[in-house]
């Protein structure tokens, strides 16, 4: 699985389906070191041979990335996480338990929704986990108390699981990773749309990140705080005391800590603005490695938004363009979306460049789109073929072979095609000679 072994793989794969490197204009893979490595990685490996291979590091695997970060930061939230996967584990590990779970939902009257696992490779299981939760919160009460009467073996980690969930932290702690992973999740979405762009990501990005910072304030935050307390309330959960003040170690400087007056103030405090600041900070920081001098120059001459000389000259000089066709191009271009009240927008341009079927007319920026479009800013809707074999190659099919195995993926994978059976059993049957079967079908 090394970088040389995987580029070689690729690059015989490629040739096998008459592609050629050279003809290569962008590359996205997850953030392994034998893809992404700085000196032997496979896309400095492709790059080598075609410096036009632009290499994007999936933007759906960074968002991934910084929500595993926050959840792991922040020791309340990684608490919470751990009792939710509790939860999972210990009301689905028997069926026993599990059966006591649906009859208490039928009781209730509540949905029947199942628990959700946690997973760091899965990107939506956090939010899903949540929401599982918080619907069937008086579900899950009710059947961990009816454990813990009842189960003489298991009564003590029921109870246990329930003196965590029946606490206000975990209950603060579920409220606001809800609010926050809302948001991401949308944008994890729409990194997996095989049609995402690199004008697309940046602006969806950018509104996530002001929409978590318009969190980040007192006025927000008493907002958040007065809902939870209130599903406290209801849930007969009381609130915490102010846990007691510490002295600062003199190694650290010495003296009294921080004074927190109220409970209130030392939630804001320890998660609810530490779990804000990482995550927008992380965002931030993470998303600026696909921040690529190209994609933006790119970009600026597509939506005509800043375009500068500089941005021409960048993109002419690496696609081999002649500048003055190229602003020629540009310009009348512009004056065309002026006159037809065109915004200075990627997406509107582009569909009115469409419309009007400039692709014969305006030849440098025709190339130059699908440059634009063709590079990639996901390799999750690829990955996804990966995750088809688990269900494909179960016990029942331990001995199929490679060329069957295929096969079935292929079908899998390309399921939103139609199949025409009677054209297939037609064929299956005019083989049946070829094949030396003597049952004939009809």
Request: glycine residues 4%; aromatic residues 10%; proline residues 2%.
């Amino acid at each position: 699985m090394d970088g040389e072994t995987l580029s070689y793989l690729l690059k015989n794969t490629l040739q096998g389906l008459g592609l050629k490197i050279e003809n290569m204009r962008g590359q996205c893979y997850d953030g392994a070191a034998s893809m992404r490595g700085s000196y032997s990685g496979v896309a400095k490996r492709i790059q080598d041979e075609n410096k036009l291979a632009l290499h994007v590091h999936c933007y759906a695997h960074i968002l991934n990335l910084c929500v595993v970060d926050v959840c792991g930061k922040v020791a309340p939230i990684r608490n919470m996480f751990g009792t939710l996967n509790k939860i999972y584990t210990f009301i689905g590990a028997s069926s026993k338990r599990n059966s006591v779970f649906e009859k208490v939902q039928k009781e209730l009257n509540v949905s029947n929704s199942t628990l959700k696992s946690l997973s760091d490779t899965r990107w939506s299981c956090r939010i899903e986990s949540i929401r599982s939760v918080l619907t069937n919160f008086n579900s899950i009460i009710s059947t961990l108390e009816h454990i813990n009467e009842t189960d003489s073996i298991h009564g003590s980690d029921a109870s246990s699981l329930l003196k965590n969930i029946q606490d206000f932290e975990f209950i603060f702690c579920l409220k606001l990773m809800k609010q926050v992973l809302q948001l991401t999740n949308s944008l994890s979405i729409h990194f997996q749309k095989k049609n995402a762009n690199y004008s697309s990501v940046g602006i969806l990005t950018n509104a996530t990140l002001l929409e978590l910072e318009s969190l980040r304030n007192d006025d927000s935050y008493k907002l958040f705080w007065t809902k939870t307390e209130q599903f406290a309330t209801k849930e007969d959960i009381r609130l915490p005391d102010i846990p007691r003040k510490r002295k600062i170690p003199s190694r650290f400087g010495g003296g009294e800590a921080t004074t927190i007056n109220n409970i209130s103030s030392y939630f804001k405090v320890s998660i609810y603005f530490p779990v804000l600041d990482i995550i927008i900070n992380d965002i931030k920081t993470k998303f600026e490695e696909n921040n690529i001098t190209i994609l933006n120059a790119l970009q600026c001459c597509l939506s005509n938004k800043n375009c500068s000389n500089e941005n021409i000259f960048e993109v002419c000089n690496t696609y081999d363009i002649i500048i003055d066709d190229f602003k020629a191009e540009l310009k009348l271009f512009s004056k065309m979306c002026l006159s037809s009240d065109i915004s200075e927008n990627f997406e509107n341009r582009l569909n009115f460049f469409l419309s009007k079927d400039l692709m014969g007319s305006f030849e440098n920026m025709y190339k130059i789109f699908k440059i634009y479009l063709s590079i990639p800013m996901s390799s999750a809707s690829s990955e996804r073929s990966f995750s088809s074999l688990r269900r494909l190659k179960t016990f029942t099919r331990n001995t199929i072979g490679q060329e069957r195995l295929c096969n079935i993926a292929i079908l899998n994978i390309e399921k939103m095609y139609p199949i025409n059976f009677d054209k297939i059993i037609d064929q299956f049957s005019a083989e049946s000679t070829q094949r030396g079967r003597r049952l004939q079908l009809i």
